[in-house]
């Protein structure tokens, strides 16, 4: 089965609006985020996906603000400061959002590949990070 592994960091903030103590502030991390790809087939180009695609997705939450949808504090910032999940950040959340993107990514780039499997591992601190993966 093609497989590719990928890595990137990126830099953001978050706050979970639900959250009852210190993570409900605006806080920040240094995220690394490993992907692993498979698809049954390789793309025309012989990729299971160009790693462009891959950076684009994930520096768009570079350098930004990442807060769930609806939360009042996105009102008072500049649009492009802000990202917008459907649910409160964690990086639990984010991992299996992470990996729906990705897979969704991977599907709309490699229409041939068949079946697509993403697994993701978003690593928040040295101490700390979450897995999630989806499949297309
Ligand atoms: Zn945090």
């Given at each position: 089965v093609p497989t590719v592994y990928f890595t990137r960091t990126f830099q953001a903030a978050h706050r979970?609006?639900?959250?009852?103590?210190?993570?409900?502030r605006i806080h920040g991390h240094n995220f690394a985020l490993e992907v692993e790809i498979e698809t049954d087939e390789l793309g025309d180009d012989g990729f299971?996906?160009?790693?462009d695609y891959v950076k684009q997705l994930v520096d768009e939450y570079d350098h930004r603000l990442i807060l769930k949808d609806g939360d009042p504090v996105a009102d008072h910032l500049p649009a492009d400061w802000v990202v917008l999940v459907p649910?409160?950040?964690s990086t639990e959340f984010m991992a299996g959002y992470l990996a729906d993107q990705l897979a969704t990514l991977v599907r709309l780039k490699?229409?041939?590949?068949g079946e697509v499997y993403v697994e993701v591992t978003l690593r928040e601190t040295d101490s700390i990070a979450a897995s999630g993966c989806a499949e297309l």
């Open positions: 979970l609006s639900g959250h009852l103590g210190k993570c409900s299971v996906v160009e790693f649910d409160d950040p490699n229409s041939d590949g």
